[in-house]
């Protein structure tokens, strides 16, 4: 993703489904052409990927909007505190 031009990603402030068709006509093929030509990976794949990627950047975008950073990173800190017990 950070190989593709920045006019070609999707934007954070918009939901995903509203911007499907540009990531099936203008990104999709722009990822294609940036991966290894030995990777086979399906359309139906890279967009699942493309989509969580969306999906965690836009949640992080709310968060930093609603102002939350704080609250966020002290839950983020516990939660693998605890993991690493």
């Known amino acids: ?3 593709i031009e ?3 990603l ?3 402030s918009k939901t995903f ?3 499907k ?9 722009a990822i294609k ?16 990927v493309v989509k969580q990627l969306h999906k965690s950047r836009r949640e ?6 609603e102002g939350r ?6 839950r983020q800190h516990m939660a693998s505190r605890r993991e690493q017990v």
């Open 1 to 3: 993703m950070n190989n």
């Open 6 to 8: 920045q006019s070609l």
């Open 10 to 12: 999707f934007d954070v």
């Open 17 to 19: 489904a509203s911007q």
């Open 21 to 29: 068709k540009r990531i099936n006509k203008k990104l999709l093929p």
């Open 33 to 48: 052409a940036a991966i290894n030509p030995s990777i086979n990976a399906y359309d139906t794949e890279i967009i699942n």
């Open 60 to 65: 992080l975008w709310k968060i930093n909007n």
């Open 69 to 74: 950073v704080e609250e966020h990173s002290k």
